[in-house]
C-alpha cells in the first residue's frame, strides 16, 4: 500500500497511461461515500469494518470494470474516489510498481 492519496496532485507523471497498465486502480479498495448517490446499491458491500466499500470479484477486480472493452461499467456514476484518481499521480505510480512488484512472474528454470 503506498502512503500517497488521490489528493496528491502536485507530481503528474505525463508518460503514464491507462493503455499501458493492468488497471491497478481497479483493484483498489474504493470507499463508496454517502454523497455517492448514482452508484448502483447492487455494486456495493461492506468490508470487515463496515464501511461501505465497491464489492470485488472473484479475482478481485471492482464489480463496475466492464471486463470487455476494460473500462469502467458505471463511468458516468462512479465513486468520487475514482473521479480524484488522477492518471499519473503520484498515488498512481506507486501503486502500479507495488502491483508490478508483487506479480512478478518468473519463470523456473531446470537444469539438464
Not at 461515500?33 to 448514482?38: K, N, Q, S, V
Amino acid at each position: 500500500m503506498s502512503h500517497y492519496s488521490v489528493d496528491d496532485l502536485t507530481c503528474i507523471d505525463s508518460t503514464v497511461s491507462c493503455s499501458r497498465c493492468d488497471a491497478v486502480c481497479c483493484r483498489l479498495t474504493v470507499m463508496v461515500m454517502p454523497e455517492d448517490r448514482g452508484v448502483p446499491r447492487h455494486m456495493v458491500t461492506r468490508n470487515e469494518a463496515g464501511q461501505e466499500v465497491m464489492a470485488r470479484d472473484e479475482d478481485g477486480w471492482c464489480v463496475a470494470v466492464d471486463h470487455r472493452h476494460m473500462r469502467c461499467g458505471i463511468y458516468h456514476d462512479r465513486p468520487g474516489v475514482c473521479r480524484k484518481f488522477a492518471m499519473g499521480s503520484a498515488y498512481c505510480v506507486a501503486e502500479r510498481e507495488n502491483y508490478a512488484r508483487e506479480n512478478a512472474r518468473t519463470v523456473a528454470l531446470k537444469l539438464i
